[in-house]
């Protein structure tokens, strides 16, 4: 571990030296909002969690490398074994190299470069895995400004898993192009192998005034963060209305399976939910800005596999964010109460989610 630190902190300091502009942050806590999905309160016991991120941003090179600890529960020394106690390092960077609007892409996780602007779930504040065209590996990313409001962007990679696992080769494609304030194309083909089609997705947004709209078709739907089971075929909506004047924002998003039918892993053969059951996801949100670092809102979630008896969970999460000295410290935290009516009994989860953020980076 301690090489891990001396290597991660080497690293950040030494791109630092030559960096048009270098940031370095760590989020202490644990909010499954900011962190690795864990909450500082839960249940009975308590959880903690720990985030080292330092970033570069230079003419030629950019880059981050990141350490997450979480699931640390002090109070309980058998969270300390096992797969319970995980520690990450997780870095990306890119390379002009030579050639302008190309740039060579490597890591084990490229975070946001680069995603599908309108795959974002807004009430989640979250790109769902399908709206991350690269995932890690090593490929090429392209950014293209045809003028102050029309920008594409393309991007192809192999992912690490293959690459080093000696398995076949799973590549990632995709493209977004956005004309700002006016609207919005992206498409992804991830997990391609020996010319089958792993998944993929399309989607587009309208903007105007205060508003978006965006609507999204997903093949072979498995992020459950966003929809509660897998989905063959799925779509996806969203509304956003967002003011700074007045500092109101209120968000909603649908997410549906279009029949019951999934994808048995890794075969690609079609199976089918009891009952044509299929899975829904619905969550809306409304937030507040008192324009003096304090935002407050109101998440309501609800999850369900529509058909099957038992399988629904409702989330209710009343939150807070404050941004304070100088946007040196960030504190993020709420009350999360999730009904849960799957399995034999129903039952009702509370959590406190608590995490504080400190940040600083050079002057641009």
């Given at each position: 571990?301690?090489?891990?630190?001396?290597?991660?902190?080497?690293?950040?300091?030494?791109?630092?030296?030559?960096?048009?502009?270098?940031?370095?942050?760590?989020?202490?806590?644990?909010?499954?909002?900011?962190?690795?999905?864990?909450?500082?309160?839960?249940?009975?016991?308590?959880?903690?969690?720990?985030?080292?991120?330092?970033?570069?941003?230079?003419?030629?090179?950019?880059?981050?490398?990141?350490?997450?600890?979480?699931?640390?529960?002090?109070?309980?020394?058998?969270?300390?074994?096992?797969?319970?106690?995980?520690?990450?390092?997780l870095f990306k960077?890119?390379?002009?190299?030579?050639?302008?609007?190309?740039?060579?892409?490597?890591?084990?996780?490229?975070?946001?470069?680069?995603?599908?602007?309108?795959?974002?779930?807004?009430?989640?504040?979250?790109?769902?895995?399908?709206?991350?065209?690269?995932?890690?590996?090593?490929?090429?990313?392209?950014?293209?400004n045809f003028d102050?409001?029309?920008?594409?962007?393309?991007?192809?990679?192999?992912?690490?898993?293959?690459?080093?696992?000696?398995?076949?080769?799973?590549?990632?494609?995709?493209?977004?192009?956005?004309?700002?304030?006016?609207?919005?194309?992206?498409?992804?083909?991830?997990?391609?192998?020996?010319?089958?089609?792993?998944?993929?997705?399309?989607?587009?947004?309208?903007?105007?005034?205060?508003?978006?709209?965006?609507?999204?078709?997903?093949?072979?739907?498995?992020?459950?963060?966003?929809?509660?089971?897998?989905?063959?075929?799925?779509?996806?909506?969203?509304?956003?209305?967002?003011?700074?004047?007045?500092?109101?924002?209120?968000?909603?998003?649908?997410?549906?399976?279009?029949?019951?039918?999934?994808?048995?892993?890794?075969?690609?053969v079609t199976k089918?939910?009891?009952?044509?059951?299929?899975?829904?996801?619905?969550?809306?949100?409304?937030?507040?800005?008192?324009?003096?670092?304090?935002?407050?809102?109101?998440?309501?979630?609800?999850?369900?596999?529509?058909?099957?008896?038992?399988?629904?969970?409702?989330?209710?999460?009343?939150?807070?964010?404050?941004?304070?000295?100088?946007?040196?410290?960030?504190?993020?935290?709420?009350?999360?109460?999730?009904?849960?009516?799957?399995?034999?009994?129903?039952?009702?989860?509370?959590?406190?989610?608590?995490?504080?953020?400190?940040?600083?980076?050079?002057?641009?």
């Open positions: 571990m301690k090489k891990i630190l001396t290597v991660f902190i080497f690293l950040s300091f030494s791109l630092s030296a030559f960096s048009q502009v270098f940031k370095i942050s760590n989020t202490f806590g644990a909010n499954e909002n900011t962190l690795s999905g864990v909450n500082f309160f839960e249940g009975d016991y308590l959880s903690f969690a720990d985030r080292i991120q330092s970033d570069l941003k230079t003419k030629y090179v950019s880059g981050r490398a990141r350490l997450d600890f979480y699931n640390l529960n002090f109070l309980d020394k058998k969270k300390w074994t096992g797969d319970e106690y995980k520690a990450q390092i960077g890119y390379l002009q190299a030579g050639i302008p609007y190309i740039s060579l892409v490597a890591g084990n996780s490229f975070f946001s470069k680069f995603d599908i602007k309108a795959s974002e779930v807004f009430p989640l504040d979250e790109v769902p895995n399908y709206g991350k065209v690269l995932k890690d590996g090593i490929g090429l990313y392209s950014e293209i102050k409001k029309n920008k594409l962007s393309l991007g192809a990679a192999v992912e690490s898993d293959t690459i080093f696992a000696g398995e076949d080769f799973a590549l990632d494609f995709g493209f977004d192009f956005v004309q700002k304030n006016t609207f919005s194309l992206g498409a992804s083909i991830r997990d391609v192998t020996q010319g089958a089609f792993g998944k993929y997705s399309l989607f587009g947004g309208y903007y105007f005034k205060d508003f978006k709209i965006t609507s999204g078709f997903i093949y072979n739907n498995t992020d459950e963060d966003i929809l509660p089971y897998e989905a063959k075929y799925s779509l996806q909506l969203g509304f956003l209305y967002k003011n700074k004047d007045n500092g109101i924002r209120a968000s909603l998003a649908l997410v549906s399976a279009l029949n019951s039918e999934y994808l048995a892993a890794k075969k690609q089918n939910y009891d009952y044509d059951a299929f899975p829904f996801m619905a969550a809306a949100s409304f937030d507040y800005d008192f324009s003096n670092g304090l935002e407050a809102g109101l998440l309501l979630k609800f999850s369900d596999l529509i058909g099957e008896y038992n399988c629904g969970s409702f989330v209710l999460y009343p939150h807070i964010n404050y941004v304070f000295c100088n946007d040196l410290l960030e504190l993020d935290g709420g009350l999360k109460f999730d009904f849960n009516n799957s399995g034999a009994s129903r039952h009702l989860d509370f959590s406190l989610p608590l995490s504080l953020k400190i940040s600083w980076q050079t002057s641009k």
